[in-house]
């Protein structure tokens, strides 16, 4: 089978195995057949006739016979049925005879037809076949070299790309929504790893939706527990330890503290599945933004209502267009709760506050203003854990982590309603790099951060808050 093969790619190329021989016997036939025909296209005269005989071949058992001029010309092998059908037909003429094969070639002379005969013997017909079945069998076993290479090596493409499959799957079987494959391989295979990367993509967009709606329903939870915790909070004493009081009065003390007890403890929970929800999202692979207009409007709607209820005067300054930050939503939102927040829990009700957005200098600076009593000391505000207030300080450092994200900080000033002035810089994504001015923005930052080098103090720098 593999001869087979062997010869079929042997033909294109002009390689055969029986005609090969036999066509170059035949050529060799035509060609000292033409040495006669051409003689006697010249002259018919015997002597010139006999010379072209005789040119035609070493052999005498295979030189041309002339049939056709009289005299005493050589007999051939050809039957007269052969040599009148070259003359009739004016066409060359191969036939067989025994032995071999009789070329005729037929020529005019005037009004008679000369027909020349050239003798094949069966030798000359063979003459190389046997020395054709080496190279048919070496061409043979080259294709099959060739295709047992191919083979292997689509087999190993193929394998390795399902391979690849299976360890991705895997993958995201345990967890690692960021793995992705190059398809490669058969098409089918191929088709295979673009829907295995479309769905991995789809899996991480569902866990941010997932994340983000939880973080999002976790911060709406928080201005009802304010309600709760501030109405709470103006409630009786629920000190027992003084005094003497009847039953009902121990009674309604208790229910109080176990009230604000339970405040305290859900609001701990909140800030919990906040922080694990926000540090989730964050991890998520790909580049985190948001709108930053869009977070402030969205969570002064419901920080707006709580300020109806305590009667606080507020306003929202710039957040009409869209301007975006390097900071994932829930992260922004949670940052911006708990500046909002404090201003509730440290100022007093009916206290104005105003919320402002703007873009200057290659930064997006989200300011909240005050008309409260200020923050004493700002760089203790600012240190994780610590507060004037007895809480436990990880408002403003929730800010300051989001900030320090964004590429940006967080400072404390005073702000132009009497209070507190806390501000929130954040890196302009869409801002072009701009050479340092030392009289803008981005100028004092630089200052601050060359004199944070030199003298080792605290960066941003902050002001009192009496300045």
């Known amino acids: 089978m593999c001869a087979l093969a062997a010869a079929a790619f042997l033909v294109p190329l002009g390689i055969t195995l029986g005609d090969g021989p036999r066509d170059a016997a035949l050529a060799d036939a035509a060609r ?64 067989d005879t025994p032995g071999g094969v009789l070329r005729l070639d037929p020529v005019v002379l005037g009004d008679t037809v000369a027909v020349v005969e050239v003798f094949v013997p069966d030798s000359a017909l063979d003459a190389g076949a046997g020395s ?20 292997d090596r689509v087999a190993a493409r193929t394998a390795d ?70 109405d709470a909070e103006g409630l009786d004493s629920d000190d027992t330890s003084v005094g003497s009081f009847s039953e009902a009065e121990l009674d309604r003390r208790r229910t109080i503290r176990r009230i604000r007890q339970a405040i305290v403890t859900l609001e701990g929970e909140i800030d919990v599945l906040i922080k694990t929800t926000r540090k989730a999202v964050t991890h998520e692979p790909g580049p985190a933004m948001c709108d ?38 829930a992260e922004l939102a949670a940052a911006l709760d708990a500046v909002i927040g404090n201003v509730f829990r440290y100022t007093p009700q009916g206290t104005a506050f105003e919320v402002a957005v703007s873009r200057r200098d290659g930064y997006v600076a989200i300011r909240v203003d005050d008309a409260g009593p200020g923050i004493a000391n700002p760089d203790r505000a600012l240190r994780r854990g610590a507060s004037d207030q007895g809480s436990t300080g990880l408002g403003l450092d929730i800010a300051k982590r989001v900030a320090v994200q964004a590429s ?31 009289f803008g923005l981005v100028g004092r930052m630089a200052r601050e951060a060359r004199e944070q080098k030199t003298t080792g103090r ?10």
Do not use: K
């Open 32 to 95: 000292r057949a033409a040495l006669v025909t051409g003689a006697l296209a010249v002259s018919t005269e015997p002597a010139a006739v006999r010379r072209a005989v005789e040119a035609s071949g070493d052999d005498p058992a295979t030189r041309a016979v002339v049939h056709g001029l009289g005299g005493d010309a050589p007999a051939g092998r050809a039957d007269a049925a052969a040599l009148a059908r070259a003359a009739a037909e004016r066409r060359s003429v191969v036939t």
């Open 132 to 151: 054709r079945w080496p190279l048919l069998g070496a061409v043979a076993a080259a294709l099959v070299g060739a295709a047992v290479l191919v083979v």
């Open 161 to 230: 790309s399902a391979r690849g499959l299976v360890r991705a799957a895997a993958a995201v079987g345990e967890g690692d929504l960021g793995v992705r494959v190059e398809p490669s391989g058969p098409r089918e295979l191929a088709e295979a790893g673009h829907a295995f990367n479309r769905m991995a993509e789809r899996l991480v967009a569902a866990r941010t939706d997932e994340r983000e709606l939880v973080a999002d329903l976790s911060h709406r939870l928080r201005t009802p527990l304010t309600v709760l915790r501030l």
């Open 292 to 329: 930053v207009s869009e977070v402030v409007r969205d969570r002064m709607v419901f920080w707006a209502a709580l300020a109806g209820d305590q009667h606080r005067p507020h306003r929202v300054i710039g957040a009409q267009l869209r301007i975006p930050a390097p900071v994932p939503r």
């Open 408 to 438: 940006g900080s967080v400072s404390i000033d005073r702000a132009q309603l009497g209070g507190a002035s806390v501000v929130m810089l954040l890196a302009d994504p869409d801002a072009a790099p701009r050479q340092v001015n030392r």
């Open 458 to 467: 605290r960066w941003p720098r902050q002001r009192p808050a009496g300045d």
